[in-house]
């Protein structure tokens, strides 16, 4: 069993900054590109920012110069430091990531490579 864990979301003026973290956890043999996603009411789901574990970063032109993606390969997690926030960054945050699982100890060896995503964390930016 695989889980994503986002956290940091919350409540903030236009201006100010929020760190949104993801944790996987579970049988984890690799972890291949972590991303974050954001969707708000009514609204696609928009590809905000991705981390490829060579250290490879990518970010969507409306979050580029104020959103950093980081992740800590070590503790199999992704982080998405936003300064500058707007209100039009107001939406649900979702953590993605390409996770290979394995087989518990003791059974033969089996990786499975598949897509994982966590819950979400709402990020409201509001006056």
């Known amino acids: 069993q695989v889980q994503l864990v986002e956290s940091g979301g919350g409540l903030v003026r236009p201006g100010e900054s929020l760190t949104l973290s993801c944790l996987a956890s579970g049988s984890i043999f690799s972890v291949g590109v972590m991303r974050w996603y954001r969707q708000a009411p009514g609204q696609r789901r928009e590809l905000v920012a991705a981390?490829?574990?060579?250290?490879?970063?990518d970010y969507s032109d409306s979050v580029k110069g104020r959103f950093t993606i980081s992740r800590d390969n070590a503790r199999r997690a992704t982080f998405l430091r936003m300064n500058s926030l707007k209100v039009d960054d107001t939406a649900v945050y979702l953590c993605y990531a390409r996770i290979t699982v394995r087989t518990p100890p003791g059974q033969r060896l089996s990786l499975t490579e598949s897509d994982y995503w966590g819950q979400g964390t709402q990020v409201t930016v509001s006056s």
């Open positions: 981390a490829d574990n060579d250290g490879t970063t």
